[in-house]
């Protein structure tokens, strides 16, 4: 089951398209490692995934920056998802129109997430962090609901 007290895991990545997909990878196997309720997990990985794209959509200069992301079980019943970036400007939600291919992010986030805000990057850093609580189910569950190991 999930271990107490808090589990955090910090990862850097560049500011690059492709590192949506590598966070996602590495939240996987950190969700498996916690042993995290595979639906839960699954709204993590969407959440942790609009969020790092966000960041490398809107957060890209100056020219090299890289993206924080820190994720934590602070308690075996809430998951954290923290991102940080180098744009100190805060994210608003939009609402995209029926044509539009973008602008749903935020949207989905606040849809799925128990929670969500942004606040500046404590004195010393430049930018932002963009962060969402997913609310997990009590560990008592049924072993099905849980990741288990393919092969």
């Known amino acids: 089951m999930l271990t107490q007290p808090v589990d955090v895991v910090e990862w850097m990545f560049p500011c690059l398209?492709?590192?949506a997909g590598r966070a996602r990878?590495?939240?996987i196997r950190q969700a498996f490692q916690w042993?995290?309720?595979i639906d839960s997990a699954e709204t993590g990985l969407i959440l942790l995934s609009?969020?790092?794209?966000?960041?490398?959509r809107h957060a890209c200069s100056p020219r090299g920056r890289m993206i924080g992301v820190r994720v934590l079980l602070p308690t075996s019943t809430l998951l954290r998802i923290e991102v940080s970036d180098a744009n100190a400007e805060l994210p608003t939600m939009r609402h995209a129109a029926a044509e539009d291919e973008s602008?749903?992010?935020l949207e989905l986030v606040a849809s799925l997430a128990t929670s969500w805000g942004a606040h500046p990057r404590g004195e010393g850093?430049?930018?932002k962090t963009?962060?969402?609580e997913l609310a997990l189910p009590?560990?008592?569950g049924p072993v099905s609901d849980h990741l288990i190991p393919c092969g």
């Open 17 to 19: 398209p492709r590192s």
């Open 25 to 27: 990878v590495r939240f």
């Open 35 to 37: 042993e995290m309720p």
């Open 50 to 56: 609009e969020l790092v794209t966000n960041a490398c």
């Open 103 to 105: 602008g749903r992010g």
């Open 125 to 127: 850093y430049i930018g």
């Open 130 to 132: 963009t962060w969402c």
């Open 138 to 140: 009590s560990p008592a």
